[in-house]
Nanobody, 121 residues
Framework: QVQLVESGGGLVQFGGSLRLSCAAS????????VAWYRQAPGLERELVAR????????IYADSVKGRFTLIRDVARRTVHLQMNNLNSDDTAVYYC??????????????WGQGTQVTVSS
């Protein structure tokens, strides 16, 4: 059974940092594209960062470039999202995804349950 479990969310002050984790079981994240998404109240889910393969350079949304870093820990089957210099626009539920398409190669998608990040001003 495949599971993705996010953790690390919480309440943080403006300008602070958080490190989200997504622990995978039942799949090998080294073989799959991975991504972080977020969804703020009343808004659509948006892509924050994605990595199509281990060793490749992640791609980031413009709103988080220079502040967020996607990190694969292949040995621990975990994907992290290091978030620095947080602001109120970063308040959202954050989801990790494994699988999907990388170029023309597609695989089944798996999603975690989400973790809430709230940035206080």
């Amino acid at each position: 059974q495949v599971q993705l479990v996010e953790s690390g969310g919480g309440l943080v002050q403006f300008g602070g940092s958080l490190r989200l984790s997504c622990a995978a079981s039942g799949i090998r994240i080294s073989d799959l594209p991975v991504a972080w998404y977020r969804q703020a109240p009343g808004l659509e889910r948006e892509l924050v960062a994605r990595s199509t393969r281990t060793g490749g350079s992640p791609i980031y949304a413009d709103s988080v470039k220079g502040r967020f870093t996607l990190i694969r820990d292949v040995a621990r089957r975990t994907v992290h999202l290091q978030m620095n210099n947080l602001n109120s626009d970063d308040t959202a539920v954050y989801y990790c995804r494994a699988g999907g398409c990388a170029g023309s190669v597609c695989s089944q998608e798996y999603w975690g349950q989400g973790t809430q990040v709230t940035v206080s001003s």
